[in-house]
């Protein structure tokens, strides 16, 4: 471990050299931008009377109110209004109120509105004029909760500000800046200002009740082996934000989290983090444990609905709760699907409160306890180790832009070392792909398939930011012999034409999952043909394509098989092909 960090830190000084922008600029930015800029009032806070929705979620909290969430993925803004009308509409008739909503925007939106085109289309409309905005913000009243590609992409700024203008007043998801990458998108320095500057610009309108949204395991916190190293981050987090920028921090969690006790845990422990001052968006559903089995996904979303519910009742925290679907695995759900998911959550709620007084917290109260114990030590090593390397501690830009260069291994080898063998802290995301190795192991290493890879080249890499399945195929490869060229997450097909070209590679194994497997696929074609380079391309994870006029995405399997391509659903199928391409 030791030799690790000090590479990593030799590496790391050049990043803290790298020339940067002015924060004081960056901040008279945001305030120019600002003196332009009213507020706005959706749907939602108009009928409730509210001048945000922190005021709103204050209000529900001192009520004893659970509030709830729907995330919405239809593939353009005319059909994801009507779906939300048509929830709002059903739930209203029932006597139930939908909160807040969020919508699973094109990946594009991040990028500005002049480079959108020159990329592959994803799953998830596009807001391209102003009344596409005011759509989703006075479709129903339904609170707009606009996470996904805005805060922390090259077109923070743009997007922020339109999200204000409607009357969105929480705004994300900076989490994602440390994980994901704009489509097509390389200049880092100018992602980071940007992100850094819309924090600034959210920091303006602080006391109108505005909230910076971030969700932890859209981020590190999905790459980390411990928990306490999500922790730390949810702490560093909360020093760039409310202590340098003076925006308000929101932290979300649970869509990587399966131990109900683990859930209820972490919301006791960001309030921890949060001095007693944390007022969360939502608690998002366990989506790890979901399969293709409904009435398995119905008893799931029922054990972790319950202790969501559990520890808002013990605890409020203004987090609004996200009843999954049970088609949530296999596909984008349907209104009626977020409907029924809805109802049923209802049900789980009388349960709760009948139970709730019989409920014993203790191990909840542990976890939380030993992850901010642990936290702090982390956060206290990552703040030292950074101001080592020579970083600017009361510069946020700079930690920014370190920060998302280091990534989050190396953060982990630096400064969490200590936790990294703590197997009873490892977070739940990490004991899956674990699991999921030492599920798959016997396919792999040793035997026929193991002589068949043994010695050969592979190129493994994830065209979004799905790269779990893509991580523990890496893992095996690497176990059975082979020659391993990971690329990790968000790879672009030119970045895959051009290590292919320079690295050669016996198979590229690619996954995707974000409703542009199709068109990916063409372009990527496309390039091979242009260099005239010849492998076998195996695509897996969810080979699914948005089509216009189509609601949701389509399977394309059949096409990416005429491509020349071939497509996989899961790692027995990978190897059954890397075998016969032996």
């Not at 960090?5 to 790391?12: E, G, K, T, W």
């Not at 706005?40 to 709103?56: M, V, W």
């Not at 596009?126 to 590609?149: C, I, K, N, R, Y």
């Not at 009948?354 to 030590?377: E, I, M, S, W």
Request: proline fraction near 4%.
């Amino acid at each position: 471990m030791a030799t690790v960090a000090a590479v990593n830190q030799d590496a790391l000084r050049e990043f803290v050299r790298q020339p940067l922008p002015s924060p004081r600029g960056l901040r008279q930015a945001a305030r120019a931008s600002a003196a332009q800029i009213s507020v706005g009032k959706s749907a939602f806070l108009l009928e409730q009377g509210a001048s945000s929705e922190l005021e709103y979620k204050q209000h529900a909290m001192r009520e004893g109110r659970i509030m709830y969430h729907a995330h919405i993925g239809m593939n353009d803004v005319q059909t994801t209004a009507r779906a939300l009308r048509d929830i709002h509409r059903e739930l209203a008739t029932r006597g139930y109120r939908l909160d807040r909503a969020g919508f699973a925007l094109d990946r594009r939106m991040g990028l500005p509105a002049t480079h959108r085109e020159r990329v592959a289309a994803e799953t998830g409309p596009m807001l391209t004029a102003d009344s596409d905005w005011d759509e989703f913000a006075q479709a129903a009243p339904v609170q707009p909760h606009l996470g996904d590609f805005m805060i922390g992409q090259p077109a923070s700024v743009a997007n922020c500000a339109q999200a204000l203008r409607i009357g969105c007043t929480t705004v994300g998801n900076l989490s994602q800046y440390f994980s994901f990458a704009a489509p097509g998108w390389s200049d880092q320095v100018a992602t980071a200002s940007a992100s850094c500057e819309a924090m600034m610009l959210l920091a303006e309108f602080r006391r109108q009740g505005t909230l910076l949204h971030s969700y932890l395991e859209d981020g590190y916190g999905a790459l980390f082996r411990h928990c306490a190293s999500i922790a730390a981050w949810a702490m560093l987090e909360r020093y760039i934000v409310e202590e340098l920028i003076g925006a308000r921090l929101s932290h979300c969690i649970g869509g990587l989290t399966t131990d109900p006790v683990r859930r209820a845990g972490w919301v006791f422990a960001l309030q921890e983090i949060h001095q007693g001052r944390h007022i969360g968006s939502m608690i998002y559903g366990d989506t790890l444990s979901f399969g293709r089995e409904f009435e398995h996904n119905r008893a799931l979303t029922a054990e972790y609905l319950l202790w969501d519910m559990l520890a808002q009742l013990r605890s409020p925290s203004g987090h609004a709760l996200l009843p999954l679907p049970v088609t949530e695995a296999i596909r984008i759900p349907s209104a009626d699907e977020i409907i029924e998911a809805q109802l049923f959550g209802r049900r789980v709620e009388a349960s709760a409160r009948r139970l709730y007084p019989h409920v014993d917290f203790t191990a909840a109260d542990a976890f939380a306890a030993n992850l901010v114990r642990q936290g702090k030590t982390i956060y206290a090593n990552a703040l030292a180790g950074l101001a080592d390397l020579g970083a600017d501690l009361e510069n946020p830009l700079q930690l920014l832009y370190l920060l998302k260069q280091m990534g989050a291994q190396n953060f982990e080898a630096l400064y969490a070392a200590e936790f990294l063998d703590d197997v009873d802290g490892y977070s739940d995301m990490y004991r899956l792909t674990q699991n999921l190795v030492d599920e798959h192991r016997p396919l792999f290493v040793g035997g026929e398939m193991g002589a068949r890879v043994a010695g050969r080249r592979f190129i493994v890499a994830s065209a979004d930011v799905h790269e779990h399945a893509a991580g523990a195929l890496a893992q095996l490869l690497d176990e059975a012999g082979a020659e391993v060229v990971y690329l990790g997450a968000e790879q672009n097909p030119d970045d895959l034409v051009r290590s292919i070209r320079e690295q050669g590679a016996d198979a590229l194994l690619l996954s995707t999952h974000n409703g542009m497997a199709l068109e990916y696929a063409t372009q990527l074609r496309d390039l091979l043909d242009r260099d005239d380079l010849s492998l076998p391309v195996i695509m897996g994870g969810v080979l699914n394509q948005k089509v216009e006029d189509q609601a949701l995405p389509v399977p394309v399997a059949e096409q990416i098989r005429a491509l020349g391509m071939q497509p996989a659903l899961s790692l027995p199928s990978i190897a059954g092909l890397l075998s016969d391409s032996g």
